[in-house]
């Protein structure tokens, strides 16, 4: 054991050798005997826990009453509960439109992501032209299954 563990030994444990741990304690205990330094280090221990010894802590009387009937603080809710708290409607009459927004939400970020994103259509491309042909036909496009006429009997 060298001063420095000896040092932190004495600032961990105190200068009571009993309650050091007994592979360290035997350690010290030869190095005590053999250091003046460490002997000087333990003396000034000693010294300063008997100055810590003699502090006296002020007392509060009502301190435990004045903790007990201290209100205890709004306690808040999970985001997924002020979410739906906030969508459903509440009694005013203006509640209405918060479903509403909601539901607007995925709309409006559909309509931005579209004129982000050219999704693999190039302007510069000949054919960008007609693909507004293409999909008005597509729409015009009946595309319900045919019914069979096993079905109809």
């Keep these: 054991m060298n001063l ?5 030994l004495l600032d961990v444990r105190g200068c009571d050798s009993t309650a050091w741990p007994a592979r360290e304690r035997e350690q010290a205990e030869a190095l005590l005997r053999e250091s003046a330094r460490a002997r000087e280090l333990l003396v000034q221990q000693g010294r300063l826990e008997n100055l ?3 502090i006296e802590a002020p007392e509060f009387p ?3 009453t004045s903790v007990l009937r201290r209100p205890r603080p709004a306690k808040t809710a999970a985001l997924a509960d002020r979410v739906i ?9 203006l509640a209405w439109w918060r479903p509403a927004f909601a539901a607007c939400v995925p709309l409006v970020f559909g309509i931005a992501l579209s004129g982000w994103f050219s999704f693999g259509l190039d302007a510069r491309d000949p054919g960008y032209a007609y693909w507004d042909q293409e999909l008005y036909l ?7 299954e045919p019914v069979a006429e096993a079905d109809n009997e």
């Design 138 to 144: 597509l729409s015009l496009y009946d595309f319900a």
């Design 62 to 64: 009502d301190l435990e």
């Design 4 to 8: 420095e563990q000896f040092t932190q």
């Design 85 to 93: 708290n906030w969508l459903r409607p509440d009694d005013s009459m």
């Design 52 to 54: 810590l010894d003699r």
